[in-house]
């Protein structure tokens, strides 16, 4: 059974950055697409950032260009450089692991969420 458990998270001042982190246990990490996504209070989850098995990466516009996705297949790992860090990126960032076989989903799993507090 795939785990994913997160790191990283914490509170910084506006402009500063942070470093995500996710492992991933009991799964074939380098044929799953990562990604990370966050969830504010009151609003939806959202995609911020995707990498896939193929290293392919897709940003939200709201992060180009201060986020930084990436992937170590040897370490089971998946990271989130965060720069330039705003008040508007405050929320509980989650780390996804997602595959598709014959058209199909086999795997959507979720890890615990790490909390990012961005203020003065």
């Known amino acids: 059974q795939v785990q994913l458990v997160e790191s990283g998270g914490g509170l910084v001042q506006p402009g500063g950055s942070l470093t995500l982190a996710c492992v991933e246990t009991?799964?074939?990490?380098?044929?799953?697409?990562m990604s990370w996504y966050r969830q504010a209070p009151g609003k939806q989850r959202e995609l911020v950032a995707k990498?896939?098995?193929?290293?392919?990466?897709t940003y939200a516009d709201s992060v180009k260009g201060r986020f930084s996705i990436s992937r170590d297949n040897d370490k089971k790992m998946v990271y989130l450089q965060m720069n330039s860090l705003q008040v508007e990126d405050t929320a509980v960032y989650y780390c996804?692991?997602?595959?598709?076989?014959?058209?199909?989903?086999?795997?959507?799993?979720w890890g615990q969420g790490t909390q990012v507090t961005v203020s003065s």
């Open positions: 009991g799964g074939t990490f380098r044929r799953n697409d």
């Open positions: 990498i896939s098995s193929g290293g392919g990466i």
């Open positions: 996804n692991a997602h595959r598709i076989q014959l058209g199909r989903p086999v795997l959507n799993s």
